[in-house]
């Protein structure tokens, strides 16, 4: 069946008609950055104006906030989650064991999210055959691709409990979303990998060619920006008010260099070049001062 799809390549020639009209236009969002390719865009287009750019910081103290990237795994090796290595059963169980090493030093809700659907059954699947799912010391619950399911509540109500309880999701998913991990449902969310979009998509092979055309290396800054905006919308999932503190380990080496690019309020604040040692001690150390 053909299918014909319409996308607009270039939103500045649709919001012109409001910004050109109007004294001023402020664009407001809860997770806008990376937003170089936003302003690039607005100002190659038929938008006129001056723009300005603008950005407050969180309203928690530091020390209720814990960014850590981890480079390596439990064992030293470097790790790296890419399509070639998402198969390879090495770095699987040098990931499960570093999981599995990690998540008891962590308190009620922990949040892992994975780049996709696929690799998210696939590593279940993997936890299982390593014979380490039952020995995260947290019952484990796992998003579904259905419309409707219960285990969102069933991990509420284990993640409040004393052992506390572990979700793994998807990043771009239904949980990355406008969920509330606030408080006890999420003292900890750990981003496995880098979900980069799939470039052999038409959709995006169109968008890139299109900005490339317009701004240079345009393509790559779209590339770019989906996957960090991704990763921002899901540790924005954690640190919901005030009173609120979480812990983010960001789990691949390539977080390192995206570090300018995570959420304005949780860059500035995270730590790389540590050892794994050096994780569980960092982490130790900031949930024992919240007892």
């Known amino acids: 069946m053909t299918k014909f799809r319409y996308m607009l390549l270039n939103p500045a020639d649709r919001l012109a008609e409001v910004v050109n009209t109007a ?11 990376p937003a170089e390719l936003l302003v690039e865009t607005l100002a190659k287009g038929n938008v006129n104006k001056k723009i300005q750019r603008f950005s407050c910081n969180h309203v928690i103290d530091d020390d209720q906030l814990l960014s850590l990237v981890i480079d390596k795994t439990v064992d030293g090796k470097p790790f790296k989650l890419t399509y070639e290595t998402r198969s390879n059963e090495q770095v699987l169980r040098s990931l499960a064991i570093s999981l599995r090493v990690l998540i008891p030093q962590l308190p009620n809700g922990v949040v892992i999210f994975v780049p996709s659907y696929d690799f998210l059954y696939m590593f279940q699947k993997k936890l299982k055959d390593f014979g380490l799912i ?5 019952p484990i619950f796992t998003e579904s691709r259905q419309p409707k399911s219960d285990i969102w509540d069933k991990f509420s109500r284990a993640a409040k409990s004393e052992k506390g ?3 793994m999701a998807v990043v771009g998913g239904k949980m990355s979303e406008g969920i509330n991990f606030c408080d006890e449902l999420g ?5 496995v990998g880098l979900p980069y979009p799939n470039k052999n998509s038409v959709e995006l092979k169109e968008r890139m060619r ?3 055309s317009q701004i240079k290396n345009g393509g790559n800054l779209l590339y770019e920006s989906l996957c960090m905006h991704a990763v921002n919308q899901a540790i924005g999932r954690a640190i919901r008010h005030r009173r609120d503190y979480a812990s983010v380990f960001l789990f691949d080496e390539r977080f390192k260099s995206s570090k300018s690019k995570l959420s304005t309020w949780i860059g500035q604040k995270t730590q790389t070049d540590l050892s794994f040692q050096q994780v569980l001690s960092k982490t ?3 949930f024992g001062a919240k007892k």
């Open 187 to 191: 003292r900890a969310v750990i981003v």
């Open 23 to 33: 004294r001023a236009t402020i664009l407001v969002g809860g997770t806008m950055e």
């Open 165 to 167: 309880a572990v979700l």
């Open 284 to 286: 130790k150390d900031f």
């Open 210 to 212: 299109f900005l490339d």
């Open 134 to 138: 039952d020995k995260f010391q947290k």
